[in-house]
Structures are given as structure tokens and as C-alpha cells.
């Protein structure tokens, strides 16, 4: 029942031993140090009278009105008001916990600086970095260096060397080589874009894509200028200039919407001037346009697309491996089946008008859909997006 009392610290243990003449006051027992609203226990530590810093060791707790400290080694300098935290060590705040292996507190600041496989968990996902920098006063924090937010309620991940939390607008930023992975059994969806947003709004997370935004599976590849993804809907929208490749085919509308549900992409969207192109040969391009579109997908593979409104089509007829003649069709609605990623079947829901045309009769404008143009050249490369965010 040792108990020592140094200007505002109340210091209590079973046995305490005094070094007089280097000043500093140590103990091998559970002892507990209560200042304040603050109370430290641990199984050793050492105090130093002259410097005022305490050092703890074993099982260390640390409690405060604003956080929770667990180690195996805290030193606490009363003096400049800083706490350092050394070897594996659990903080917990805010209905947070940050885990790391090195930690800085600083007191009258109001900021902590976490390093060494640093990662910080919530109830929706937990975030790694190299390092970690908090400050309660905004409540705001930055994450630098391999920075990856795990998301294991929706399935996806976000990859980054920079990130910054803005709490009151409960926002978290990845601006520096991010890349958003929407986890599947099947097939990993890979989204690139110059920076992501991942908000919170009225209960709902949005997650918002900026600039250069490129869309990457085994299965699809794709970009847009900008993109988001609603968890709780679970749509994928694509917004200006919106283009997916699937195998042969370009597919492009002035926005598109992916059902992205059970780690599958499900449907299909294409909405405003859909159009699907295919190329027969360096000039020739099969063709098939209407108001809106509609596709369905299985195991994240495109198994059939509903053409709803001014169905059009242009296909380039082939005879002996030779391409003989173009035919223009007409339907309001038109349905596609596909096998092995390739048109296998087509049907016309209301009676088409089509007419064939001789290929040395074709003039120049009538190969063409309106809204033709294709866009090869900006296919997304899997080995040149993954370059850039080395």
C-alpha cells in the first residue's frame, strides 16, 4: 500500500524503490499513476524526478477522457505533454481503434502521429498506412504510404499512397495512385481514376471517381471521365463519354449503370444513344443502335441485350470468307443473345424493315450510324494502367 504523492500525480503500488542520488523512483509490480482524469497502470516502470518523464513496462493501460491506451511501452513526458508508445500497441477513440507499432501523442496540440504498420478500424472498415497523423481538434486525419481501405461490408478495397479523412464532412480522399477494387469470386473489378471520394451522405455511401477514370476485368475493359458507386443501391454509374469493350464489341451511350450486387456485375444500363459496334474489317464496322438499352449478366459474363426503341443495325454480309454486301435493318425493339462473349442469336420483336445493298454500291455515309466513332485507341491496357500507379 505504497503511495506517492509528486506535485499533481498520485502514484500507488505494493512496493516502490528510490534511487536518491540518480532521482528516479522505480517498481516491479502492478502499480497504477492517477493525474487528472488520466490513470496509468503497468507491471514496471521507472519515474524520473528530475526530467518529470514516466516509463512503463508490461502490460501498460492507459486511460484518459478522450482515449485508451494498450502497450507493453509508454513514456510519458510530463513535462513537454507528449506520451511515445514503443512495440505493438491498440489506441482507442471515437468509436475507432488504431493499432500501430510506434506513436507519438502530443498533448497540448491535440494531434497523434501513428507509424509501423499502422492501420485504424471502425465498424464499416479499417484502413492501413505507413502512417498515420490525427488531430482531434478537427478531428480530421492523413494517411500516407501504402495506404489501403478495407471494406469488407461492400467487398471493395482502395489502394493509395495519400489519403485524408474529413470528419465533418464525414468524407475520406484518395488523390495520389488510387485504385478502387471491387472484390468478386469470380473476377476482380479494377477501377482507376486520378482521385476517389468515399462519403457518407443522409446514411448512404457514395464513392465518387474524378478525371481519367478506367474500368479493368477479365471480361470488360472500360473508361469514362467520372463514375460512382452507390453501397446501398449497388450502382455503378458512368457519366460523359461512357465506353466499355467487351471482347469485339464497343459499347457506348451517353451514361451508363452497372449493377454491381453479390460481388457480380448483374445488369446493364445504357442509357441515351446506346450504341454497340464490332469491326469487320479495318474500313467495315457491324453496328447496332437504339434509344436505350438493356443487358444481362451471369458469373460477370454478358449473356443477352434488349434493345428497347429505334432499334437500328447495320451488319456487312460475308460470302466465301469474302464480304459481299451490307444490310440495314430497322426495329423498334431488338434482342441480342450472347455465347462465349460473341452474338449468337437475333430477334426482332416487331416486323423489321431491312434492306441489302451491293458492297460496290455502299456510298461512304451509309456504313455508318449516326453517333458512330470508334474509339480503339483509348481501350485501357491492364499493363499500362497497373504501370502508372507504380
Keep these: 500500500n505504497v503511495i506517492l504523492i509528486n506535485k499533481e500525480n498520485i502514484l500507488k503500488s505494493q512496493r516502490l524503490i528510490y534511487n536518491i542520488q540518480k532521482k528516479k523512483i522505480s517498481f516491479n509490480s502492478l502499480s497504477e499513476i492517477s493525474k487528472g482524469n488520466q490513470k496509468i497502470s503497468a507491471k514496471k516502470g521507472i519515474y524520473n524526478t528530475n526530467s ?42 471515437d468509436n475507432k481503434v488504431v493499432f500501430c507499432e510506434e506513436a507519438y501523442l502530443f498533448e497540448k496540440e491535440n494531434k497523434a502521429e501513428f507509424f ?35 471494406d469488407s461490408i461492400n467487398n471493395f478495397f482502395i489502394e493509395s499512397n495519400n489519403a485524408l479523412y474529413l470528419e465533418n ?11 478502387l477494387n471491387l472484390v468478386s469470386d469470380e473476377d476482380t473489378i479494377f477501377i482507376k481514376a486520378d482521385e476517389f471520394h468515399n462519403q457518407e451522405i443522409i446514411s448512404k455511401e457514395i464513392l465518387y471517381a474524378f478525371n481519367n477514370v478506367k474500368i479493368l476485368n477479365n471480361e470488360i475493359n472500360g473508361k469514362c471521365d467520372s463514375l460512382t458507386f452507390s453501397t446501398s443501391d449497388s450502382l455503378i454509374h458512368l457519366y460523359k463519354n461512357p465506353v466499355l469493350w467487351l471482347d469485339e464489341y464497343q459499347i457506348s451511350s451517353d451514361s451508363m449503370s452497372i449493377n454491381y450486387y453479390d460481388k457480380t456485375i448483374n445488369k446493364l444500363f445504357l442509357i441515351s444513344n446506346p450504341i454497340i459496334i464490332s469491326e469487320q474489317d479495318s474500313t467495315l464496322f457491324n453496328q447496332i443502335k437504339g434509344k436505350y438499352m438493356e443487358g444481362d449478366f451471369f458469373n460477370n ?16 454480309i460475308k460470302e466465301n470468307k469474302e464480304i459481299i454486301g451490307m444490310n440495314y435493318l430497322e426495329s423498334s ?5 450472347f455465347k462465349k462473349n460473341k452474338i449468337n442469336n437475333i430477334n426482332y420483336k416487331t416486323s423489321p424493315y431491312s434492306i441489302t445493298t451491293p458492297l460496290e454500291d455502299i456510298s461512304e455515309e451509309k456504313k455508318y450510324l449516326k453517333g458512330f466513332n470508334w474509339k480503339i485507341k483509348e481501350k485501357p491496357e491492364r499493363q499500362k494502367v497497373f504501370s502508372q500507379l507504380l
Design 333 to 337: 425493339n431488338i434482342y441480342l443473345s
Design 169 to 179: 464532412q464525414r468524407k475520406m480522399i484518395f488523390n495520389k495512385s488510387p485504385l
Design 301 to 316: 459474363k454478358l449473356k443477352n441485350i434488349d434493345v428497347l426503341g429505334n432499334g437500328q443495325s447495320i451488319y456487312f
Design 116 to 150: 509501423k504498420k499502422a492501420s485504424l478500424k471502425t465498424d464499416k472498415y479499417i484502413l492501413f498506412a505507413d502512417s498515420i497523423f490525427f488531430n482531434k481538434n478537427n478531428n480530421n486525419l492523413k494517411a500516407k504510404n501504402n495506404v489501403v481501405l478495407e
Design 52 to 93: 518529470r518523464a514516466y516509463q512503463f513496462n508490461d502490460s501498460v493501460n492507459y486511460y484518459n477522457n478522450n482515449y485508451q491506451i494498450i502497450t507493453d511501452h509508454l513514456i510519458s513526458d510530463e513535462k513537454n505533454k507528449i506520451t511515445l508508445l514503443k512495440g505493438p500497441s491498440e489506441i482507442l477513440f
